[in-house]
């Protein structure tokens, strides 16, 4: 089992920045990737970004790109979304998700073992 913990989410202005930090424990030494998804009200659970736990290669959905960052801290265990020039369309419930086989894609939400609570992010116009 792996535990993950979200924190970092709130209100902000668009154009605004929040980090999200998503701490993991447990059997972290089985996590092959890491990935942050959303869901919006009324709206299917969505793909952020990820990265790989052992190369550090990232993947981001394209309505993100250029704008979030996603990192990890392999000493913590921990992994990191920076998020720059938000809009209020990025108002969602951020999940954290890892990713326990090496096999598939990073894009969807079946390939993930694990997921911790969520984290509300909002974003006022």
């Known amino acids: 089992q792996v535990q993950l913990v979200e924190s970092g989410g709130g209100l902000v202005q668009a154009g605004g920045s929040l980090r999200l930090s998503c701490a993991a424990s447990?059997?972290?030494?089985?996590?092959?990737?890491m990935g942050w998804f959303r869901q919006a009200p009324g709206k299917e659970r969505e793909f952020v970004a990820a990265i790989s736990w052992t190369t550090g290669n990232t993947y981001y959905a394209d309505s993100v790109k250029g704008r979030f960052t996603i990192s990890r801290d392999n000493a913590r265990n921990t992994v990191y979304l920076q998020m720059n020039s938000l809009k209020p369309e990025d108002t969602a419930v951020y999940y954290c998700?890892?990713?326990?086989?090496?096999?598939?894609?990073?894009?969807?939400?079946?390939?993930?073992?694990?997921w911790g609570q969520g984290t509300q992010v909002t974003v006022s116009s």
């Open positions: 447990g059997r972290t030494f089985s996590t092959y990737a």
């Open positions: 998700a890892a990713k326990t086989y090496s096999s598939g894609t990073y894009y969807y939400t079946g390939e993930y073992d694990f």
